[in-house]
């Protein structure tokens, strides 16, 4: 038994949720949700062939490892390559194609990286090598920055002046906005539940209000997402858009104020490239002047040369929801988990993933 | 990468927290939170608790379902 797990996995209650969306589904509705955590559920409980044909899920640009750009991805390998330095990251970016070469590949030809499971994990790797400079390569949305902003603040509080961080982090509300902005047709968002658990909800007021759009926080289980589902069906029918929040035992309005204070201590907003979405304004976070000492962009100063996506490869259409990862010709023949082509399918929570593993 | 997995504390060490995942002890630091203390349940990501989880709320979530036939159909 996991408590806040299996009463969330309850089939009465899951069956209760589905009977009452078919009774109130009645317009056609886009859903998109924009969490890989939720893409990787959606698609790992069968959700959408629970649902009545008139809604259509769509996967977003919800799975950090996905949207960083290729050059990101180039300069991280860059960092590895240079002698007397020590790449530390999350296991989820190690394996990323760049345009040559991926962080695996550099480690068997004995580059030092290392898989961290936490910040503070890379922090000490650099406390302990005085000699070497240790990058630790910062990923993630709202959720994940807290912990780089903590690795900063403890680097200062301990003086570790080898430790530098490369921050590819990211906002969602930017990219939600960034969407529809393309002409996306969205009815609703399955707002992200760990990212809002830190950011609090109040932070899709100027979408929705601009937008006139609905948002509802969910949480991760069939349960709440079923009821995410439900919420979404009932403002879209009654004609209502607004924020909700369906993960209430996790989520509030403001989020964890001391874990958002402390990253605006540390970061600051600044225009940011996606994959597929291009340049979003404002939608990355650059590590402020005060910290500027830790800033791996600045202390490297490695001038990465842009190149393009992979011949063939739809990663971006996907995860703007205008195609489905079955959709490309790639998919399933040269393009699987083991042999990755594009960044969707490298990560367990990539829309192509979740697509491939659920069959 | 959000993933974030309810933990129980078990034993709380200047900022570090011992804590259960079903059964499993993981390690998780404090620096974001506050005032949590041994007996409550945790998000955990990357190490950290991010916030502790409000079972009064979980428990709402549920009746709420519950209550749902008897509101909708």
């Not at chain 1, 649902?51 to 991805?73: F, H, K, M, N, Y």
């Not at chain 1, 650099?126 to 902003?149: C, H, M, Q, Y």
């Not at chain 2, 993981?26 to 409000?54: E, M, P, R, W």
Request: charged share 20%; with cysteine.
């Amino acid at each position: 038994m996991m408590k806040y797990l299996d009463e969330f996995r309850d089939r009465e209650l899951v069956s209760k949720l589905v009977d009452a969306i078919h009774q109130k589904s009645v317009r056609n509705i886009r859903l998109m949700e924009v969490c890989g955590g939720h893409t990787l559920a959606i698609r790992k409980y069968g959700i959408q062939h629970l649902l009545p044909s008139t809604i259509e899920l769509l996967s977003g640009p919800g799975c950090p490892v996905c949207v960083t750009d290729r050059t990101a991805i180039d300069q991280s390998i860059a960092f590895a390559a240079m002698p007397g330095v020590i790449v530390t990251t999350y296991g989820d970016l190690i394996r990323v194609p760049g345009s040559e070469s991926t962080l695996n590949q550099e480690k068997a030809s004995g580059a030092d990286v290392r898989i961290v499971y936490s910040t503070l994990d890379a922090l000490e790797i650099a406390r302990l090598n005085p000699d070497k400079k240790v990058v630790f390569l910062g990923i993630g949305f709202e959720t994940t920055t807290p912990s780089s902003a903590v690795a900063l603040s403890e680097a200062r509080k301990q003086n570790v002046s080898n430790f530098f961080l490369f921050s590819m982090h990211k906002l969602m509300p930017p990219a939600m906005a960034g969407l529809i902005d393309q002409g996306i047709k969205i009815d609703g968002y399955i707002g992200p539940g760990h990212v809002t658990t830190i950011a609090g909800a109040g932070m899709y007021a100027p979408l929705v209000d601009k937008y006139r759009i609905s948002v509802v926080v969910s949480g991760f289980e069939p349960v709440d997402l079923l009821q995410s589902i439900l919420m979404l069906v009932n403002m879209n029918e009654e004609g209502r858009y607004g924020t909700e929040i369906q993960y209430k035992r996790a989520v509030t309005k403001e989020g964890n104020i001391k874990a958002r204070e402390l990253v605006s201590r540390i970061f600051e907003p600044a225009d940011d490239t996606w994959r597929g979405l291009g340049i979003i304004p404002e939608s990355g976070l650059k590590i402020r002047n005060e910290f500027s000492q830790f800033d791996a962009a600045l202390h490297f100063n490695l001038r990465i040369k842009p190149v393009p996506e992979p011949k063939g490869c739809l990663c971006g259409e996907v995860l703007r929801g205008l195609k489905k990862p079955d959709q490309c010709g790639l998919f399933g023949k040269v393009c699987t988990p083991v042999n990755p082509i594009g960044a969707c399918m490298v990560s367990g929570e990539g829309a192509c993933q979740a697509y491939y593993q659920y069959r | 990468m959000c993933l974030s997995i309810p933990a129980k504390i078990l034993s709380i060490e200047g900022t570090t927290a011992k804590a259960s995942v079903g059964g499993a002890i993981v390690n998780a630091s404090l620096h974001l939170v506050d005032d949590a203390v041994v007996g409550d349940y945790i998000l955990i990501h990357t190490g950290f608790a991010l916030q502790k989880i409000s079972e009064e709320e979980a428990l709402e979530t549920i009746r709420m379902i519950k209550d749902l036939q008897n509101e909708t159909l």
